[in-house]
């Protein structure tokens, strides 16, 4: 059985993509040491930083006005500085609109069945943050979900599923239950919690640690 590396995560979180990140560079670190890729499974959970916005989302520039204020400048820059120490070049003059991020969860879930999940991380987080692309809008989720290697019907169908988005909803209100509050939060074989977008160092000494206490 692999062991498992549960991240909760929004596609709209700057440092869920930085931590995206540096969880790649911590499975390079195990490989380094002789843990295979494949001895280990990376499962996104759903999170939302703004459940409370429409599903058309709302103008970027209100969002950032009333959430950061005059802050804003100094937090955005502070993140840039994070994201190019790990290669992102985060574009958040390309931002035009913020979502509401169920849809994205949605066709993430649907990635993990397909065995294409990282993939469909990777295509939201490129797509919002180095291309400005609206996640909100049908046909560019679409097209980013056939980037990540989903069909495109596959992908109406999830985003259509009312049931699905509600299975979403629940999974979000069971994260908070569990007591996250901020995210990336990595969950180490279900039992060993980090939160925040750590240091690889920082998330190897967790996986160790947690490695350890897993039953032989």
């Not at 560079?25 to 930083?49: K, N, S, Y």
């Not at 599923?161 to 629940?170: H, L, W, Y």
């Not at 980090?194 to 998330?203: K, W």
Request: hydrophobic letters at 45%.
């Amino acid at each position: 059985m692999a062991f498992r590396i549960d991240v909760v995560s929004d596609v709209v979180c700057p440092w869920c993509f930085i931590g995206k990140r540096r969880l790649e560079q911590t499975l390079q670190l195990l490989a380094a040491d002789g843990i295979e890729p494949q001895a280990i499974e990376v499962v996104w959970r759903p999170f939302q930083l703004n459940p409370q916005l429409p599903r058309e989302g709302i103008p970027r520039a209100q969002y950032v006005a009333s959430k950061f204020g005059a802050r804003a400048g100094e937090i955005y820059s502070r993140v840039a500085a994070a994201g190019r120490s790990v290669g992102i070049a985060f574009a958040f003059d390309r931002i035009v609109r913020q979502p509401n991020t169920i849809a994205g969860h949605l066709l993430i879930a649907l990635a993990r069945e397909q065995g294409v999940q990282d993939q469909m991380v990777e295509s939201l987080f490129r797509g919002y943050f180095l291309e400005g692309e609206d996640l909100t809008a049908e046909p560019t989720l679409l097209r980013l979900a056939q980037r990540a290697g989903i069909d495109a019907e596959h992908a109406r169908a999830r985003l259509e599923d009312e049931t699905q988005r509600q299975a979403v909803v629940a999974q979000d209100e069971e994260a908070r239950e569990m007591g996250v509050a901020g995210v990336p939060f990595f969950i180490f074989a279900g039992q060993l919690a980090v939160s925040g977008a750590q240091e690889p160092q920082v998330l190897l000494r967790a996986f160790k640690q947690a490695a350890a206490e897993v039953p032989a």
